[in-house]
Every structure is written in C-alpha cells, then in structure tokens.
C-alpha cells in the first residue's frame, strides 16, 4: 500500500458533507483557517494576559481595572471573531453566499407547523438569544428601581423583595413573549402552548410544574427571602437566591445547597430571620448544691450583660431549670442583634461563665452516681 498516496488522497481531495461540495480541500482547510486561528488565538491569550499584568500594577482604582479588563476581553474577542469571518470568506472565496443560502434554507425547514405558527430549526436557535435578552431585561429593569423609592413608597424589607422579583419576571416574560412573536411563534394559537405544556408534564416535567408554582407561591407569601438565616434539612445557612424554579442556600460551612422550591412550600422551614433578626441563645450550667444561688443567678445575669452581641433594648434573664441528679441546672438567656452572630455569642458566653466560675471559685460538678449498699440482708437459700 503506497501511504503517500493514501495521504494525497485524504489531505488533496475536495471535501464532501453528504451531497455539499466544499470548495476546498483539507489541506487547505488545516493550513488557511485552522492554523492560522490556533496562532491567533495563542497571540490573544499572551496579549490578554501581558494587559492584565499591566493593569493590575498599575495605579488605577480596582472598579477602574476591572472595567479595562472587561472592555479589553470585548475588543479582542471582537477583533477575534472578524478576523475568523475574514479567513473563512476567504476560504470559501466567491462561493460563500451560495453556502449561506443553503445553510439557511436547511435550517429555514419546518420540523412542526399548527395553523399559523411554524417552528424550524432556526426557530429553536432564535430563541437561545431571545431568553437571554428577557432574562437581561428583567435583571437591569431590578436594578433601575432605587430603593429609595421603595422606602418612600412605605415598602418594607420582605414586601421590597416581593415587588422586585414581580417586577423582574414580569418583564422578562413580557419580553420573552414579544420576542418570540417576533422571531415567528403566533402567540395566539393558546392551544399550540397549552399542547406542549401538556406533552411536556407527560415526559415528566410534572416536578418542573410545581417548583414553578412554589417559586410564586415564594414571592408572593415571602416565608423565606434573600438574605434569611434559615434551618431546612438538618442545613443551616443563609437565602443567596430565590429562582423561580429553586433557592439557593449558602450555609455555615460555605457550601451551596439548591432546594427545590417545592420542597420548601411542602415542609416546614426555621425562618430565624422571617420578622426581627434579633432572637435568644440558651446557655445551660449546672452548679454544686452548696452553691448560693443567689449569687451565681447575679454573676450570670452580669456576664450576659457584657455579651458584646447582646441587644442593650433587650432584658436578658437566668432561671433555674431543675434539680438534678449531680448539680442544679440553670439556664442563661441573652438577646443578641443578628442571628448571624449566633453561634460567636454562644462561644463567649460559655467562654466567659467558665473563667468567671474559676475565679470566683463556684463550682461545675462532673456527672456521679452515689451507690449505697445496705448492711444485713439475709444470705439463705429461699424456698423453691
């Protein structure tokens, strides 16, 4: 077998998809456009990374680097992408508008037509940037809205929430619609959309339903909103994102957990943040028997008090639990301002009862069982 002439065949030969005769062969496809644009690419990369470098010695503000980094990525991607448009017309030479009409007229053929709406291939393509127009839409139509004005508007923190979600999804559905009559979807035929829908819950979107409903029914009662500290599902962590679909949790250990919003409406939830940030931390201490109560009560109130997450319009209080087995049980109860602080004001205040116990001599009795064996109890064998 003569290699060469194999290799003659494979790189010298006009390529072919199918029926389409390109006007070009694979050596000139490797050597016109592939090559040239991996070497390119390389130059982009160098020179993206030596104008960063750049950047980041120099002197400007971090909000001004970052915006000539990002303006940088744009113009070379953008000179990227005409340079690649200039390689392949000219790879393809006069020819080019032929294959644009063919490759139009193949993505132009319907693949599903109901009365006066008609969806192709190209259909399906438009809709990718017409989801992504809604979607930016409705994230900038958000961020217009000052919160000042919400403030003035009487609005609170939870009802804010509810209106910039509404706002926001209501202006991407608004566009998303009108993008899609634009692109050829006749929005009239309500049983075309309806039709899909019902084939749709039939392959098993039936979860993707009702996370959508719980998503609204989310926005609307606001059990939970951006910025809670939450307990669900043995997680403890704070609301990043309410979606439409999920919400996503950040929790202690700064892990993201994304809870469908259905499981959310379904089971309870420990809000710690629903109404007043501020809640009540218990900490519990048993004391000997001969302690004066009265005074270890005094010293724990005092060591609340110097709690430095503790809530000064708050009133903090001790009780006696019970009496048990090896010590009476107390319990401390301080009011701190933010929930987040929960677990450090726990730390301090354990921290605080145990050096001040030390130095004032009271003690924290171990946990012991007395044992009392009585003397004379009969040795002799009962009777059977």
């Known amino acids: 077998m003569d290699y ?28 016109e456009l592939l090559l040239p644009l991996f070497l390119l690419f390389m130059v982009y990369r160098l020179i993206n990374m030596g104008f960063i470098r750049l950047i980041n010695k120099s002197s400007f503000r971090e909000s001004i680097q970052t915006g000539i980094k990002l303006w940088t990525r744009r113009l070379l991607r953008v000179g990227f992408a005409l340079v690649f448009f200039m390689l392949t017309g000219r790879l393809f030479g006069a020819r080019i508008y ?7 007229d193949i993505i ?34 958000k961020s217009l809205v000052s919160k000042d004005l919400l403030d003035r508007m009487g609005l609170d923190e939870a009802r804010q ?21 634009v ?11 309806f039709g899909v829908l019902g084939i749709g819950i039939g392959f098993g979107l039936q979860n993707v339903v009702s996370n959508l ?11 939970i909103k951006e910025g809670d500290r939450i307990f669900v599902y043995n997680y403890e962590g704070t609301v990043v994102q309410v979606r439409v679909l999920s919400t996503v ?11 469908p919003n259905a499981l959310l409406v379904a089971e309870p939830v420990h809000n710690y943040s629903y109404s007043d940030r ?51 049980d107390l319990a401390v109860f301080t009011w701190i301002s933010d929930v987040a602080d929960k677990y450090n004001a726990h730390h301090w205040m354990n921290m605080e009862i145990w050096r001040t116990f030390k130095e004032l001599g009271i003690e924290i009795p171990f946990s012991q069982i007395d044992l009392h064996i009585k003397e004379g109890i009969s040795t002799e064998k009962l009777p059977d």
């Not at 032929?98 to 139009?104: A, H, N």
């Not at 209106?163 to 899609?180: D, H, N, P, T």
């Not at 409903?213 to 059990?223: E, Q, Y």
Request: hydrophobic content about 50%.
């Open 4 to 31: 060469s002439e194999v290799l003659r065949a494979i790189f010298m030969s006009t390529l072919r998809l199918g029926v389409v005769e390109f006007p070009f062969t694979l050596l000139e496809l490797l050597l």
């Open 98 to 104: 032929e294959y644009i009409r063919m490759f139009t």
């Open 108 to 141: 132009n053929q319907p693949i599903f037509q109901s009365g006066k709406t008609t969806i192709s291939f190209l259909t399906l393509i438009l809709i990718i940037p017409v989801f992504y127009i809604a979607s930016w839409t409705g994230k900038t139509s």
């Open 161 to 181: 929430f509810s209106f910039m979600s509404l706002l926001r999804y209501g202006v991407m559905i608004i566009v998303f619609l009108v993008g899609l009559s």
């Open 183 to 193: 692109i050829g979807v006749n929005l009239s035929s309500i049983t075309l959309i």
């Open 213 to 223: 409903f719980a998503g609204i029914i989310i926005i609307l009662n606001r059990p």
């Open 249 to 259: 949790i950040n929790t202690l250990g700064n892990e993201t957990i994304i809870v």
């Open 278 to 328: 501020s809640i009540v931390i218990r900490n519990n201490v048993g004391v000997a028997y001969n302690t004066d109560l009265d005074i270890v009560v005094k010293v724990l109130e005092e060591i609340s008090l110097k709690n430095p997450y503790h809530e000064p319009d708050r009133k903090n209080y001790v009780r006696v639990k019970e009496f048990g087995a090896s010590s009476i």
